[in-house]
């Protein structure tokens, strides 16, 4: 059949004869899983999506409230709601045609391992049909599935005029749904997305179509909330406040030091690191640093704070925070960086003698401590716990360590945020597995990952397999993507210092 020049048409014609071809051929267990994991990353897309507009809709509220924004905020806000409802109602009445559908399909509840769970029928070629199809006992569902989707895209365009213009052409619902047959005739919207389609697939394009609705959505209420613009903050008086909990602390108790802008203001949006880490702010507008302390004597931890004075300007105050760290009487064992000895690295620890070293011995459980001295190194194998003993002058002292695994490290693509300009996702061409809030120097390795294209300029997911922390291979895919496209990495594998592991994924949505 001939193909006609508009990529997106290619491609809803190239998997239209897959698609075919497969049924041909019988449906595959291969095949009805391969739609169940596209259909699961799908969801996982609408999840981050709905979250990232839920976000938007209480940055808008709160504009709304603030008196400096109110006037400003309140049409916008009018706007965006308007856009929530729409998406709202035909996500609903999407979920409710998949229920539909697999009513079709048979749904029944049957015990699995003791469980009632529901199950269709997934690979049935009719149940779509007979939904969606005018043939005799068919539903019709169809024309008004495909008329829901074109108003819905009609009334998004309608709510403002600008909106109208800057999402014509990149609205991710379509004004039509046509495509091109093996006899060479146009087929209606029916027929190419339900006719003769399994169960398991037609709910996969169904999941796809919410995934577009959600991309729409995010899309209008994004431009919404950026009509609004940020308000610069104004305050009389202003200062960098940094204290600690104590100036002279033993091995094993806690030390806090907190820190903080003026009244303790988010307002003046401070920025602030404690020990070479950046902090979060809590809801009092204050950054908390909490450790437990380790090894013996003089202590000194940088923390810079970087504030918005009432001109605009930027200003950083550095303090150093100084305390001392007591040697206990007796024996003792001070781990130098955590609390935990850490599985696959070399646990640095301090211990102390009350005899000299020719009158002590030291030795362990679950682990091996090597050294001489005061200084030794720990190694351990096992999660649970380990304990170190010291004899000295004959008289034993046991000191007791959790034994913990490294934990995960977050899979990161540029900035590391769920949502991201285009432009700034497609000038990437490394991915990364980072340790957050982690004292040791630790690197992983990213070994692998799948990622799946959806949303703008994906009308049907495409999924590639990513070997290492190049992004080159992607090119081809990574080249189609722009606002309301959504990437998602699932599976992803790193080698560490203690072997490889699968680590959460992450989907990032482009606006």
């Known amino acids: 059949m001939a193909l006609p020049a ?33 259909d699961k990353s799908l969801m996982t897309s609408n999840d981050n999506l709905k979250n990232a507009n839920n976000t938007l809709y209480a940055s808008l509220d709160a504009k709304l409230k603030d008196p400096m924004t109110a006037e400003k905020a309140k049409p916008w806000n009018e706007k965006a ?3 929530q409802k729409y998406s709202s109602d035909l996500n609903t009445y999407i979920e409710q045609l998949k229920v539909d559908l697999k009513k079709e399909a048979g749904e029944h509840e049957v015990e699995v391992d003791g469980k009632k769970v529901m199950q269709y029928k997934e690979d049935d070629l009719e149940a779509a049909t007979r939904l969606f199809g005018d043939e005799e006992g068919g539903k019709n569902k169809g024309p008004e599935f495909e008329a829901k989707l074109k108003k819905f895209r009609t009334d998004m365009l309608k709510i403002d005029t600008g909106i109208a213009k800057e999402f014509a052409k990149t609205f991710p619902v379509d ?51 950026n009509q609004v613009g940020a308000v610069k903050v104004v305050y009389d008086q202003f200062a960098a406040l940094v204290g600690q909990s104590s100036n002279y602390v033993m091995p094993g108790e806690e030390m806090e030091i907190t820190a903080g802008v003026g009244a303790y203001s988010k307002a003046a949006q401070p920025q602030i690191s404690i020990g070479g880490s950046s902090m979060p702010l809590g809801e009092d507008g204050r950054a908390s640093f909490k450790t437990k302390v380790s090894g013996s004597g003089a202590r000194t931890v940088p923390v810079n704070v970087t504030y918005t004075k009432p001109d605009g300007t930027k200003e950083t105050k550095t303090f150093d925070v100084k305390y001392t760290v007591g040697t206990p009487g007796g024996a003792a064992v001070m781990p130098d ?31 091996t401590i090597a050294g001489n001295g005061s200084v030794r190194i720990v190694r351990v194998t096992t999660i649970g716990k380990s ?32 949502r991201m300009p285009s432009v700034e996702f497609k000038s990437q061409s490394f991915c990364r597995a980072e340790l957050e809030n982690f004292d040791f120097d630790l690197r992983f390795n990213v070994l692998s990952a799948t990622v799946y294209f959806s949303g703008a300029n994906f009308p049907n997911v495409a999924s590639a397999t990513l070997q290492g922390n ?13 606002p309301g496209s959504v990437i998602t990495f699932d599976n992803v594998k790193v080698q560490g210092p203690d072997g490889i592991r699968t680590i959460e994924g992450k989907s990032i949505a482009l606006y």
């Open 387 to 418: 304990t170190i003993t010291v004899v000295a002058d004959k008289k034993p002292t046991a000191f007791e360590f959790r034994v913990k695994r490294i934990p995960d490290p977050v899979f990161k693509v540029g900035s590391g945020k769920v």
């Open 470 to 482: 190049n992004l080159g291979p992607l090119s081809t895919f990574i080249s189609r993507c722009g």
């Open 81 to 83: 709601l308007i856009a």
């Open 6 to 38: 508009e990529p997106r048409q290619k491609m809803i014609n190239l998997m239209y004869l897959v698609l075919t071809a497969l049924l041909a051929l019988n449906v595959s267990s291969e095949i009805l899983n391969a739609f169940k994991v596209v």
């Open 175 to 225: 004004a039509e749904y046509k495509t091109i047959g093996q006899d060479g005739k146009e087929k209606d919207f029916t027929f190419a997305y339900f006719h003769m389609t399994p169960t398991v697939a037609a709910i996969t394009l169904l999941s796809k179509f919410q995934n577009n609705v959600k991309n729409g959505e995010n899309q209008i209420v994004t431009y919404c909330h």
């Open 337 to 367: 960086k955590m609390n935990v000895f850490y599985i696959g690295v070399d646990n640095p620890v301090t211990i102390g003698s009350p005899t000299g070293w020719d009158k002590t011995t030291v030795s362990m459980s679950n682990g």
